[in-house]
């Protein structure tokens, strides 16, 4: 397949353009911009400009509406919420983050409540910057059903990723950020792309046979990760980004959703944990102990390594996308 | 195997009577007597009286204090912490639940981090209540170390299970409560015990290679449910015990303990959340909507099906326990 080379900078620049040349305002176009620049220089290709052609598409259909102003209420002590209206994710994130840092060290703990918005992207942008912080942090959100429960047979579930972050001694930060679901939905749609298999586990039919193709797997059901426990997870995650939040489930947001293969609307939920409430001062010593005896099983890697080493590198060395994504971003940049 | 029939009246006696006689005040034993009894009522056998000779030894080696009592203070707006002194969880989880509850209600969420107590049980009988007090719920307990990391050979993370419990509009609860291996550790002692083979996957001898013997295995190490997503919530829950509460690893709650099969020292957290600082007032409404439609797919259930199956019996019916555990148990009441 033929690749485009492209700098972090070029990345940034062609996904603004791209943005705002399909509705969206700046502050919109550059807070999505900042998330899909870091998921490029991390090595993560299925929420980088990948994403881009999603995006305007839910743009030029009107459901997703890139002039919108997100609004930051405190609804409890320890609580901030964000009303997105309607708009892309990134910015109600970014709005958020500082209230909420500032809640969670007044308070010893607080949650981040963002209602309808947008999510097209990875959980630890959001949860990287709160452990940065020296916050723990975890992160949540939902999405239309691709995922069969436990025993079940038809898409039930989104994806429905969660997140963990852990300060670092460096201030840095240990990131977990997984589906519920064995794959992560844009993985499969590349391993479509590209022709592969998937692994077998990974989805059913729409007959709820097994099978490693992945256009059936999308056309069927994905499973979750782990068999029912992966599923307990999803159901927790669907609770706590719809119901708890007065937004609408899975199922739901599948049902008022326009298919256009875009994001679809609904809620997140981000926690964020000051240990100095808790342990007081040497819980990141404490946390680097564990790391360090972890490490010295052979095989072993901390969660994130790998968006660490891509990190160092494409700063430089910059990234790759194919042509005919590149195309399509120029196409649609009209 | 021979089997004796009990009331749960007689479960709750032989508990404590086990317990008093073995160093326990009466408000320690009657609190791990009640968590006991709720197993076994909810057909939890690992959790039920099996339980009971391993307290015992720990009772008697000195390592768990059977008089200890737990102090509760805040160390946060929303933060209740509890000093356990070496004793057992249930009398700290119990003192601790009313002050969690109510942090919750007045700050829209909140934590209870105990520390310093020795957790042998399930954690749902400390989810569901708060569940049943209409606050969404999520808990977690760390162990010495039995499970292999991603990727590695020897065990480093305990079981280290997660709950999640959600309120229901009748006043229950949805819990589920799972190890973040494949199989709880007492599911293999128990298939040991009656001579059962593990399903594949669950664990490693002590060389590393796959084994469906439970002997092996608990000479080996767990593997973590999942693959490596399992292992990353391993890792959650062992920093959210330990280092974030100032508290043992599980490699360092090994490292410290006696080894006598008794539970080790350590930390759990609990974290409450009240819904009517979130979404307002619809929380449980759309939550049972998600069950509703959930179980709408034939050979799907909810998570704690089973145990309410069980508690709807067994108070009637009353329980069965092998003979050769009543015998054990009577002799250590002498």
């Not at 997140?163 to 670092?168: E, H, L």
């Not at 201030?171 to 519920?180: C, E, I, N």
């Not at 490693?212 to 992966?230: M, N």
């Not at 609904?266 to 990141?284: C, R, S, W, Y």
Request: glycine letters at 12%; aromatic letters at 4%.
């Amino acid at each position: 397949m033929d690749q485009v080379s492209l700098t972090l900078a070029e990345v940034t620049d062609l996904a603004t353009r791209a943005l705002m040349a399909n509705g969206c305002n700046e502050a919109n176009a550059a807070a999505v911009a900042r998330n899909m620049t870091a998921a490029e220089r991390d090595g993560c290709k299925s929420h980088g400009l990948f994403r881009v052609p999603g995006y305007v598409k839910s743009l030029r259909a009107g459901k997703i509406d890139g002039q919108a102003m997100p609004v930051v209420t405190h609804t409890g002590p320890c609580v901030v919420t964000v009303e997105g209206h309607g708009g892309l994710a990134p910015l109600a994130q970014e709005m958020g983050r500082q209230p909420l840092i500032e809640a969670a060290r007044a308070q010893g703990m607080a949650a981040l409540a963002i209602r309808r918005t947008h999510h097209y992207a990875a959980l630890w942008p959001e949860t990287e910057p709160l452990a940065e912080a020296g916050l723990v942090a975890m992160a949540f959100v939902n999405a239309p059903p691709y995922v069969a429960p436990a025993g079940g047979t038809k898409p039930f579930f989104g994806t429905n990723p969660m997140a963990f972050a852990w300060p670092r001694a460096d201030g840095g930060a240990m990131v977990w950020d997984q589906a519920s679901s064995m794959m992560a939905r844009g993985e499969i749609q590349i391993a479509k792309r590209d022709g592969h298999d998937l692994p077998p586990g990974a989805g059913i039919d729409k007959d709820g046979n097994p099978t490693t193709d992945p256009a059936a797997v999308l056309e069927g059901a994905q499973l979750p990760f782990g068999g029912y426990k992966g599923g307990a997870i999803a159901l927790m995650v669907d609770l706590l980004c719809g119901p708890l939040l007065g937004e609408v489930s899975s199922v739901e947001a599948g049902a008022a959703d326009n298919r256009d293969g875009g994001p679809a609307t609904g809620g997140e939920l981000i926690l964020a944990i000051d240990p100095a409430a808790f342990g007081g001062t040497d819980a990141i010593a404490r946390g680097e102990r564990l790391f360090t005896a972890m490490l010295e099983q052979e095989g072993v890697r901390l969660p994130g390594d790998r968006r660490h080493a891509a990190r160092a590198q494409t700063p430089v060395g910059g990234i790759e996308i194919p042509k005919s994504l590149a195309d399509t971003i120029h196409d649609l940049i009209g």
